[in-house]
């Protein structure tokens, strides 16, 4: 396509040229693909991306492909929901959901990181991909990869919720279940990769995996109107998508899509597993690993990847960082479902709940514009939810019976 220059270390610039790599060789900095704005500014336009098909390849300009796009076009272009209902609940003027909770193949924004990093794959000519995950990375990359033809070799903490690993077995991958927690796979992960000529989707594809979280942004932006929000919360596991938000951001404003930019980034965290948000309170760039302990499974990296770059975006911005309890993620799910009829993930809950944190101290103003991400369908997080909901209505099959309790129903909202 012309508009991508290579690899570029984020620590030291040295460059490289498009591979299947993602360490520096002189500094062990991670690798991060470059672009030539000049070049996509000539050629990307609003009304380019309007005429487009609603997926997250509309903006493949901006994406690190070389041909046409191969995997995930139905990926993509998900909601963004004025949350009116909500709003009034926490007493402020303008809020969105941006809810990736529907549209994509696998209920979760990790489709748009596996639609670039098999694309990619496919393009480097490899024939088996392979993941370290949480969850919902092994559901896209067994889905994905089951329909793109790939072998496929998915690695999970073997106490991962039953739900999220029948989710990823019925597309019949090798999954293999490690006894530790995320960290300890993607160690052995890393040693996996450095054997076997596989496509690691979030360790020597990495540069290319990262990429694709920037689509919500570039979606945020455009149905926005073209704007960009006063806030965005985001939530943090290796602080990937905070960081790749934020890039998105700046790119549509460098190529002259969006006229201004002045949004604070805030980062949303579990107590159980925070090291980003402890860093971002304790005023310091150092990233301290934890060993998790958090419902939130789905965010339970102890030592995040982008951790540094995480805490660099919300400096950079002017925003800040929250975590919240196990009972105030339960909490927050279940107010969005009543407020909004979106059933999110433990990981939304964790966004939620940041951001009420965030509005209740003043660090996100009542009078601005707030986006709130959220990540994942709470199907795949039911189990965190039982004993924590309202109990069904038991009747007999009778007029009578269903009279019986709607009487109670009745005197009980009066």
């Known amino acids: 396509m012309g508009h991508i220059k290579g690899l570029k270390c984020r620590e030291c610039s040295r460059e490289y040229p498009i591979e299947p790599i993602y360490v520096c060789e002189f500094c062990f900095g991670p690798l991060e693909v470059a672009y030539d704005y000049q070049s996509i500014a000539k050629s990307l336009s609003r009304k380019t991306i309007e005429k487009r098909e609603k ?13 046409e796009p191969q995997v995930g076009l139905n990926s993509g272009y998900t909601p963004l929901l004025k949350a009116d209902n909500l709003a009034k609940v ?7 959901i941006k809810d990736d909770t529907v549209v994509h193949p696998t209920l979760s924004f990790k489709d748009r990181v596996v639609a670039i990093t098999l694309t990619k794959a496919r393009e480097f000519g490899f024939d088996t ?17 089951a329909s793109a033809g790939f072998k496929r070799f998915i690695f999970i903490p073997a106490s991962l919720e039953a739900s999220k690993i029948i989710a990823s077995l019925v597309y019949e991958p090798n999954l293999v279940a490690v006894d530790g927690n995320y960290d300890d796979v993607n160690r052995l992960c890393s040693e996996i990769a450095n054997k076997y000529r596989w496509a690691f989707v979030n360790i020597n594809i990495r540069p290319f995996y990262a990429e694709g979280s920037k689509t919500i942004g570039f979606e945020i932006l455009e149905q926005l109107g073209w704007k960009a929000p006063d ?8 602080g990937s998508l905070l960081t790749k938000v ?8 460098d190529i002259g899509i969006v006229r201004e930019l002045d949004t604070k980034v805030f980062a949303a965290q579990a107590k159980g597993c925070s090291p980003i948000s402890t860093a971002v309170k304790s005023g310091t760039d150092v990233i301290r690993p934890v060993k998790p302990n958090t419902i939130a499974k789905s965010l339970a990296i102890g030592n995040p990847a982008d951790g540094f770059y995480a805490t660099q975006v919300v400096k950079e911005t002017g925003g800040y960082a929250e975590d919240v309890t196990d009972q105030e993620i339960i909490d927050a799910i279940k107010l969005l479902a ?12 964790v966004t939620l709940a940041s951001a009420m944190k965030l509005i209740e101290t003043g660090k996100i103003r009542r009078d601005e514009v707030t986006v709130i991400c959220i990540t994942g369908n709470g199907l795949k997080t039911q189990e965190a939810l039982q004993g924590h909901t309202i109990s069904p209505h038991h009747i007999r099959p009778s007029l009578a019976s269903f009279e019986e309790v ?3 129903i009745q005197k009980g909202s009066d």
Request: aromatic share 10%; proline share 3%; hydrophobic share 40%.
């Open 231 to 238: 806030n965005v919360v985001v939530p943090c596991a290796s």
């Open 406 to 408: 709607l009487k109670k």
């Open 90 to 96: 926490l007493g402020v003027d303008t809020l969105f």
């Open 246 to 253: 934020w890039k998105s951001f700046k790119e549509f404003r």
């Open 129 to 145: 991909v392979a993941c370290a995950s949480t969850g919902n990375l092994a559901h896209s990359v067994s889905a994905h990869g």
């Open 338 to 349: 009543r407020t909004e009829g979106i059933f999110a993930e433990t990981a939304g809950g």
């Open 55 to 67: 997926n997250l390849w509309r903006y493949r300009e901006l994406l690190p492909i070389d041909g």
